[in-house]
């Protein structure tokens, strides 16, 4: 077998949104850079092509369904709608590939021929190998090196579930034909906007959650608020629930689930396991490199993304923080800072929004009402009915509810959560806000475009 060694400067294991970004960076700094990526499939990382934009995309497919469906509301007489989901997965089979492309283009542009696809592993703190598609193996040396591997769907150990066969949230997205009744497990992000999804192209849903409420990291009122929102759409809950086992028999995927103190059985046409991501690490090697990882096999790092071992980073959903985008994006931005632009950046007090793609949208930033109790903060909470926006009577879209969390000694906000029409834009002005350290009546009495979602935040905190 031919080896080839080549030493670099830098390099980057997994192309996903730090790392992506972080290569042309490093090369316009002058540093002889790689970037590995395992599969031409995966070029631009998880974002594009297996999580936010084509599960974004068909949410869209969705909910003009549901608009179709509910067009008399509107004095729009429509037929029935018919979901081809064939051509719902072929419109975001086009979204995902001009994506990839575009992602190719700019890193073959930026690394010439440094862009490697294969799969790469630890030999030393300082080496790698990668194993290439074609068989032969190349051997890469450089002076710092970046893990930006990214996760993949968990899934749990649950007797029977391997034999009778499960979908994630990354094969459902090749689902060509609608389910007669999917069963999702798992009642966070991902689940729930499989579910509302699902269930607006004409699938039966049940969801399964192991906890007392669905979003076990939301305030309890925020988390019914959600779950009634759903069951409008005809979504089923089973909360406190254990799965026991799992079979399939003919075309019926059969569930023992233990609820309280009683066993139940559940059958539907396909099954959705939705409980968690769980880290790319298992294939690195990293014992070669003495890279510290959690018992998760997520990787440890510092406040500025070191791992324990000098001159190795690990950005991204990989080092065990905020599974977002947009989280990726800020570990850039901080080994930017620290290693390019001379600065001294960190992970430390960042405000990290984030939002559940359902409709209406769930948004959030800061601390929850019980999180700032938890901290000991003093506060003030306010609460309003979306119906409260005229914004949302004008579009029919009066379901939800706006809540927010003020400190009383300073008046900043502390933390906001928005379930109504919009809320992943309006939060981004609630979230400025707090940035800016300014006190909660900057949004109270400034002068907010008549009649928009955003104007709901004079209402919101007028309430205060």
């Not at 979204?95 to 010439?112: F, M, W």
């Not at 450089?142 to 893990?147: D, K, P, S, T, Y």
């Not at 007797?159 to 966070?188: C, D, K, N, Q, R």
């Not at 969801?207 to 409420?213: F, L, P, R, Y």
């Amino acid at each position: 077998m031919e080896v080839n060694t080549q030493h670099y400067d830098d390099i980057i294991i997994g192309g996903g949104k730090a790392g992506k970004t972080l290569a042309p960076a490093l090369v316009a700094d002058g540093r002889k850079t790689a970037l590995v990526e395992r599969s031409l499939n995966m070029i631009g990382g998880g974002c594009i092509n297996i999580a936010c934009i084509p599960t974004k995309t068909m949410v869209a497919s969705a909910n003009v369904a549901n608009t179709v469906r509910n067009s008399a509301a509107y004095g729009v007489k429509a037929n029935t709608p018919i979901v081809e989901l064939a051509e719902v997965i072929e419109r975001k089979r086009t979204v995902v590939q001009s994506a990839r492309e575009i992602n190719l283009h700019n890193l073959e542009t930026a690394l010439d021929n440094n862009l490697i696809i294969g799969e790469a592993r630890f030999v030393t703190p300082k080496t790698i190998e990668v194993t290439m598609a074609e068989g032969n193996t190349r051997v890469l040396t450089a002076e710092r090196l970046f893990v930006n591997t990214g996760t993949r769907p968990l899934i749990p150990s649950v007797p029977g579930l391997t034999e009778a066969g499960f979908l994630t949230s990354e094969s459902i997205m090749e689902l060509e034909y609608l389910p007669e009744h999917l069963i999702v497990l798992g009642s966070g992000y991902i689940g729930l906007e499989f579910a509302q999804m699902f269930r607006r192209f004409g699938s039966g849903v049940t969801v399964i959650g192991q906890s007392e409420q669905i979003l076990s990291q939301q305030d309890p009122d925020i988390a019914i608020a959600v779950q009634t929102l759903l069951e409008q759409d005809g979504i089923e809950f089973l909360l406190k629930a254990k799965v026991l086992r799992v079979a399939r028999t003919s075309n019926q995927t059969i569930l023992q689930i233990q609820v309280a103190d009683r066993e139940i059985t559940l059958q539907g046409s396909h099954l959705l396991v939705a409980v968690g991501r769980a880290p790319n690490t298992d294939s690195l090697n990293l014992a070669a490199a003495g890279v510290a990882t959690d018992t998760h096999g997520f990787i440890q790092v510092n406040e500025r993304l070191e791992t324990n071992i000098p001159g190795i980073w690990a950005l991204g959903d990989i080092n065990g923080g905020p599974q977002y985008t947009h989280i990726s994006l800020d570990d850039y931005r901080i080994i930017k800072a620290n290693l390019i632009d001379g600065g001294n950046r960190s992970t430390r007090d960042r405000l990290v929004p984030s939002c559940l793609f359902i409709d209406p949208e769930l948004a959030h930033v800061g601390l929850t009402e019980t999180e700032a109790q938890q901290q000991g903060y003093a506060i003030r909470v306010a609460k309003v009915d979306a119906s409260a926006v005229p914004r949302a009577k004008t579009l029919g879209q009066t379901d939800g509810l706006l809540k927010a969390i003020v400190d009383t000694d300073t008046g900043r906000i502390l933390g906001c959560s928005l379930l109504c029409h919009e809320a992943g834009e309006v939060i981004s002005t609630v979230q400025m806000v707090m940035q800016a350290q300014m006190p909660y009546t900057v949004l109270r009495d400034g002068i907010l475009t008549h009649p928009t979602m955003t104007e709901g935040l004079n209402i919101l905190f007028s309430k205060l």
